[in-house]
């Protein structure tokens, strides 16, 4: 590896999956804030609603995510009760705007039964208008997919799935906590198709514990024969300090910044190999699906789902943790399911914290989703060139190295900076100089 990109591989940055990053949200945004806004959004809007699912059978050790062990029913019983009535709450703040996008994360959504599925796919129904619905998505545990499920998912409309793979390497698996074989995934796609869900996408995973890049080109391999439409590639966020499950993997097992490169590289080269287009920062898409297409079309946005196409003019979340993208800014649920159960069930909104978005921070907002979308930026809205220089002496070890170049007021990175784009987003992101919040590395 070129020790100058060993340099930058090494560095820690957000992961820009929104701006500012959710850590500098605040405590002054609460539930009258979300009320009022959601009231204020304009009655022709569309919008995306986000269902957060909290809870999993078991805590895989590598997860970043907000999420808990439920070993007994009565936790997930009482989550559904729950978002039914956040449902009821979300809605009568709203004034009937149209729904065009669903989608259903976790956690786990496929610890909800089927009729528990079904009741609040129902409740969405009956409380939204869904006349206009485009794409509707659950992201799946391949180890936990029944049939009688994937017939609840079809009725309630859902065309797409995506599918926690990570790995196919059985040493890999054990290190991470989720021994899920081949054969598993594969009957899972099996399955999936045969009750009419073929829109089938694939979260996998570099920088994992004993992972090697022989490893990873199987993986992609493996994954590459079942032709999912898109696959996501992630590098291993390591953050103990966030989540304390991952202090089961010790960091003598992981891959250094040079190992963790070098898989990212071999697994792109390998996607490609294979006829799938690169996405941005760490997506993939076979050249028919709508979010390859989107990439050339200027209809791609990065969110907390990752990278989607730009189809509704707000986001709304429910469930523990979920976070809101609005037109006035970001609002965030009660991360534990204990406190935003009581705050629903006292008729309140169970917002914690958030963030009013300023006329600078949309303005960086923008720039920073064409770095991380495009890998070109506009620097006119900020005024130029002239009105960036602290931000482009920041950018100018990259811009030394033939990275980053500077062409009529536009910030273009090279095919090399591509795996570091989010370095360069950093750059111009005034959050980032504030606090100590922590990251993983860059790539």
């Not at 994937?150 to 859902?158: D, E, F, K, L, N």
């Not at 997506?283 to 028919?288: I, K, N, V």
């Not at 946005?301 to 196409?309: H, I, K, M």
């Not at 811009?399 to 980053?404: E, H, K, L, S, T």
């Amino acid at each position: 590896m070129d020790p100058r990109l060993l340099t930058y591989a090494e560095r820690p940055a957000p992961r820009y999956t929104s701006y500012p990053p959710a850590p500098h949200f605040s405590g002054a945004i609460g539930p009258s804030t979300t009320a009022a806004w959601l009231a204020e959004i304009a009655a022709d809007a569309t919008l995306s609603l986000y269902l957060h699912v909290p809870y999993c059978r078991q805590l895989c050790w590598y997860c970043g995510c907000n999420t808990f062990a439920a070993r007994r029913e009565e936790p997930v019983r009482e989550f559904v009760d729950a978002v039914l009535h956040e449902v009821d709450l979300v809605s009568e703040a709203l004034s009937g705007q149209s729904v065009v996008e669903i989608h259903w994360g976790g956690g786990t959504p496929n610890i909800l039964s089927a009729s528990q599925f079904a009741a609040i796919a129902t409740r969405l129904a009956n409380r939204f208008d869904l006349t206009a619905l485009r794409h509707h998505a659950i992201e799946l545990d391949p180890r936990h997919i029944v049939p009688d499920n994937v017939r609840a998912y079809v009725a309630a409309g859902v065309s797409r799935a995506s599918l926690g793979v990570q790995d196919m390497n059985q040493t890999v698996q054990q290190a991470i906590g989720r021994v899920q074989p081949f054969e598993t995934v594969r009957d899972a796609v099996t399955t999936l198709k045969a009750e009419g869900i073929d829109e089938i996408s694939m979260d996998l995973m570099y920088g994992l514990p004993h992972q090697t890049v022989t490893a990873v080109e199987q993986t992609v391999q493996l994954a590459a024969e079942m032709k999912p439409n898109r696959i996501a590639l992630f590098g291993y966020a390591h953050v103990p300090w966030v989540k304390k499950r991952q202090r089961l993997i010790p960091e003598a097992s992981l891959p250094n910044a040079s190992e963790r490169f070098a898989q990212a590289e071999a697994a792109r080269a390998a996607l490609e190999a294979r006829g799938y287009v690169a996405i941005g920062l760490d997506h993939f898409a076979l050249p028919s699906d709508e979010l390859a297409i989107a990439a050339n079309t200027d209809q791609l946005t990065r969110s907390f789902q990752g990278y989607v196409l730009k189809s509704a003019s707000a986001l709304v979340g429910l469930g523990p943790s979920a976070i809101s993208t609005l037109p006035q800014g970001y609002t965030q649920n009660d991360a534990d399911p204990g406190a935003w159960r009581r705050a629903v069930a006292s008729g309140a909104l169970a917002t914690v914290r958030g963030h009013a978005l300023s006329r600078d921070d949309r303005l960086r907002r923008k720039l920073v989703e064409q770095i991380m979308c495009d890998f070109v930026g506009d620097l006119g809205p900020l005024g130029g060139v002239r009105a960036c220089v602290d931000e482009l002496d920041a950018l100018s070890p990259m811009i030394a190295d033939g990275m980053v170049r500077i062409v009529d007021d536009h910030i273009v990175l090279s095919a090399a900076a591509r795996p570091f784009c989010r370095l360069v987003a950093m750059a111009f992101d005034t959050y980032a100089q504030r606090g100590a919040a922590r990251h993983s590395s860059a790539v």
